[in-house]
């Protein structure tokens, strides 16, 4: 019913910048809440950032001051601006949404992307 897609990962140098890019389609009354997650080799899957509907953010420790997330909520599109990338910051991200939908009443329900690799290496 709701596919999620993110595009914008590879391979960047330590201290450099990217951004990624998530778009939601199909049957979608409202998305709420938007946000970046990531998984390393050996770790489990952790926050990066949200962001509400309204434009309130959320960040991990790790990246306040280093990453920006933000949305366009016309085009059900969420971004994640990236900089001063560090070699720790070397995981897969997935994109995740929290999506209203209506079938006679409403009701909520999280949806992933299928994840882009990020790596930051010399």
């Known amino acids: 019913q709701v596919q999620l897609v993110e595009s914008g990962g590879g391979l960047v140098q330590p201290g450099g910048s990217l951004t990624l890019s998530c778009a939601a389609s199909?049957?979608?009354?409202?998305?709420?809440?938007m946000g970046w997650y990531r998984q390393a080799p050996g770790k489990q899957r952790e926050l990066v950032a949200d962001?509400?509907?309204?434009?309130?953010?959320n960040y991990a420790d790790s990246v306040k001051g280093r990453f920006s997330i933000s949305r366009v909520n016309t085009q059900n599109t969420v971004y994640l601006q990236m900089n001063i990338l560090k070699p720790e910051d070397t995981a897969v991200y997935y994109c995740?949404?929290?999506?209203?939908?209506?079938?006679?009443?409403?009701?909520?329900?999280?949806?992933w992307g299928q994840g882009t690799q990020v790596t930051v290496s010399s």
């Open positions: 995740k949404g929290t999506v209203t939908h209506y079938s006679g009443h409403y009701y909520a329900q999280d949806y």
């Open positions: 199909g049957s979608i009354f409202r998305i709420d809440a």
């Open positions: 962001i509400t509907s309204g434009g309130r953010t």
